[in-house]
């Protein structure tokens, strides 16, 4: 499906055998609706009627909530990790804790700083576990219940980043300002390895 598609990621998103088809226009939707149904009849592949959503100005794909320009996680999804303990000693559990977690990290600023004391417990020969990862933990199922709603990227708008840095890693702020008005397009954020630590802090933001 990807390799079929991948002439029209313009205005569409596949995964495995789902398809999302987007448009600014009504117009345009009709456009590219044709030209989906084309592909689809060209290489011989079948429609499911019942799974069909046409002209839907909300949809729910992928564990996210798509409405007029604005998305968010589903709320299942960000209740899930709030039912994972404070502290959570097993590996296999922080593990899965974590990969909740990066479900959305687009939504939180510098996440992967406050999730740096869990990184290091999935290391060989970790240290006990003490009260800063039972804080991490709680600081980040806290963040979860209070995820904000981000915005599409609009082709029209002005882009802007911000960036940041410290020692121990960086940050940047997608962002888009459009009729005067601003709004976050996404957050990001990471850990510097052993080689980035090297470089100097007059560069780290670049």
Not at 155 to 168: C, G, N, P, R, V
Request: net charge positive; glycine share 4%; proline share 4%.
């Amino acid at each position: 499906m990807n390799d079929i598609f991948k002439q029209y990621k313009e205005f569409t998103i596949v995964y495995i055998d789902d398809v999302l088809v987007f448009s600014n226009t009504i117009d345009q939707h009709f456009k590219h609706l044709r030209v989906f149904l084309n592909a689809i009849k060209s290489n011989g592949l079948m429609v499911s009627q019942p799974k069909i959503k046409l002209f839907q100005t909300r949809v729910r794909f992928l564990g996210y909530e798509i409405n007029q320009g604005i998305i968010k996680p589903i709320q299942r999804s960000l209740e899930f990790v709030d039912k994972f303990p404070d502290v959570i000693q097993d590996k296999t559990q922080l593990q899965r804790f974590l990969g909740c977690v990066n479900y959305i990290d687009d939504f939180i600023r510098d996440l992967r700083s406050i999730c740096l004391p869990l990184y290091d417990r999935l290391k060989k020969n970790p240290k006990p576990w003490t009260d800063e990862h039972t804080r991490a933990v709680q600081s980040i199922k806290s963040l979860a219940k209070s995820i904000p709603c981000l915005s599409l990227v609009d082709e029209q708008a002005k882009l802007i980043i911000d960036t940041d840095a410290s020692d121990i890693g960086y940050g940047s702020i997608l962002k888009q300002e459009l009729d005067g008005k601003i709004s976050i397009v996404r957050y990001h954020s990471g850990i510097w390895n052993s080689a980035q630590k090297t470089i100097p802090q007059s560069k780290r933001k670049f």
